[in-house]
Structure formats: structure tokens, C-alpha cells
């Protein structure tokens, strides 16, 4: 492609967010919350809008037949850096494609996968629509797609907790706003990706939290203990009243037989 507009953040991303306290957390929360619903390996894993792997590639390490799709070449170099530090029987089990999410059934020639992630993505786009039909559409029946976004039922707390009053009141109605890397994201609900993903004929099978606690205050990694900060953040994932104040949601549908 083109233009890519992920490659100035692609270093940011990688090197940086997913590098920290809160970077670490999302990939042990999501992934722990995933082997709830997932079939055993060696089933089939698309994960659009990818990346360098981070969600994925520890599905590898477990035998998961993966393959991460990303508009993004600056992003899917990462990736395969990441890739190439893995075994032969990992780096085997992982194919990366160029392509935008929207795109997934050409540039599979169709193929379904028993599941599908798309993580950290419909927050960037104008809508979510077109891209959770496309994932519908890639899912065999019986399987698992796997959906992050931003919860839009908690925009007021950032601003809030930074001191930025006037937007903290606008956050209450407010259903975007400008990420920590400067890029604007958009906010969705259960409630509304749930309807989506049941038109495409996968049913909602569970939500969680992901990030509460490490989200709003500024954990230094060095004097961190990283693994205790993921099981409190676990534990909290799963019940209310705590899922529901995460930063961002993960919501997990069944396709139906």
C-alpha cells in the first residue's frame, strides 16, 4: 500500500505502549479471557488488525494456526522481526498478510477460521459496522470472534482524574476523544457491538473488563510488580461493578452451527 498511516506510531506502539505496565497487562488479560472460549489448538486463528502479534503470537506458542492480517506494512515488519525470534515450529505456524480488515474474505479466498480477533481496531474507524460484518463473515460455524474496543460508557474519567474538568464533563456525552498517542478513537458498547455481531449470525457468549486499575494511574515498570497488577486486573475483569469502569471492553460471540 501506498500510504501508511500506522507507520509514524508503529514505534510508539510496539517499543512503547505494549512495553509498559498497562501494554503487558492487555496481552495477559485478553489472553487469558480468550483460552475461556477458544477450541484446542491446532484450530484456526485470524487476528485482523494484528499488528506485530502480540495477541496472537503467544496462540502460536500454545499450537494455534494463526494469521495476522494488517492494512499496515511498517506494523506486519514488526511483526515478522518478532516472528523470526521463534522457533521453527512457531514461526511455521503463522502467516502475516497485508490487507485492510474490511478486505479479509478476498484476501483469504473466503477461507473461515474457527476464530477471529480484531483487538484495539473498531476504536479507529468512523464506524463499526462494515469491518464486524466482514468478521462475522470470516468465522465457521461454531466459532469464536473475539472483539476489543473502547467503552464508551467511560470517557469522563480520564480527563476527570487529569484534572481537565470542562472535559470530563463533556466526556459524559462525548462518544469520541484523542488516545495517548494522539490519534482520535471512538467509543462502542456491549450493548451495540452485541447487536451487530448477532446480525452477522454470532452470538454475544460473555464480556469483560480489561483494563481498570493500570489504565488510570501511571505504573513505572521498573518498580512494578507486572504479574500481580494482571491478576488484580483479572479478577476485576470478570465481575461488576469493576468490568463495567474498565478503559475497554472485550466482548466474545459464538457463530451459530
Given at each position: 500500500m501506498v500510504d501508511d498511516a500506522w507507520q509514524?506510531?508503529?514505534?510508539?506502539?510496539?517499543?512503547?505502549?505494549?512495553?509498559?505496565?498497562?501494554?503487558?497487562?492487555?496481552?495477559?488479560?485478553?489472553?487469558?479471557?480468550?483460552?475461556?472460549?477458544?477450541?484446542?489448538?491446532?484450530?484456526?486463528?485470524?487476528?485482523?488488525?494484528?499488528?506485530?502479534?502480540?495477541?496472537?503470537?503467544?496462540?502460536?506458542?500454545?499450537?494455534?494456526?494463526?494469521?495476522?492480517?494488517?492494512?499496515?506494512?511498517?506494523?506486519?515488519?514488526?511483526?515478522?522481526?518478532?516472528?523470526?525470534?521463534?522457533?521453527?515450529?512457531?514461526?511455521?505456524?503463522?502467516?502475516?498478510?497485508q490487507a485492510a480488515g474490511e478486505s479479509a474474505v478476498e484476501v483469504t479466498d473466503g477461507r473461515q477460521f474457527s476464530a477471529v480477533l480484531c483487538h484495539g481496531v473498531l476504536m479507529y474507524l468512523p464506524t463499526p459496522d462494515p469491518l464486524v460484518e466482514v468478521l462475522c463473515r470470516c468465522v465457521e460455524p461454531g466459532g469464536v470472534v473475539s472483539v476489543m474496543a473502547l467503552n464508551a460508557a467511560t470517557m469522563a474519567v480520564r480527563p476527570a482524574l487529569e484534572g481537565r474538568w470542562a472535559d470530563a464533563l463533556a466526556g459524559f456525552d462525548a462518544d469520541s476523544e484523542i488516545g495517548v498517542l494522539g490519534a482520535s478513537t471512538r467509543g462502542d458498547t456491549v450493548e451495540h457491538l452485541s447487536e451487530l455481531l448477532r446480525r452477522g449470525g454470532v452470538e454475544a457468549e460473555d464480556w469483560y473488563g480489561v483494563w481498570l486499575f493500570s489504565d488510570w494511574i501511571d505504573l513505572p515498570l521498573a518498580s512494578t510488580d507486572v504479574e500481580a497488577v494482571a491478576e488484580v486486573e483479572l479478577r476485576a475483569s470478570l465481575r461488576d461493578p469493576y468490568r463495567q469502569l474498565s478503559r475497554v471492553f472485550h466482548l466474545v460471540g459464538r457463530a451459530r452451527s
Open positions: 509514524p506510531l508503529a514505534d510508539p506502539f510496539v517499543e512503547g505502549a505494549y512495553a509498559t505496565v498497562k501494554g503487558q497487562v492487555r496481552t495477559h488479560v485478553l489472553h487469558q479471557q480468550l483460552l475461556r472460549h477458544l477450541p484446542p489448538a491446532p484450530a484456526s486463528v485470524l487476528d485482523v488488525g494484528g499488528g506485530a502479534g502480540h495477541q496472537s503470537l503467544p496462540l502460536a506458542r500454545l499450537g494455534y494456526d494463526v494469521t495476522i492480517l494488517d492494512p499496515s506494512a511498517a506494523m506486519l515488519a514488526k511483526a515478522e522481526d518478532r516472528v523470526a525470534q521463534e522457533p521453527h515450529a512457531v514461526r511455521s505456524r503463522i502467516g502475516l498478510v
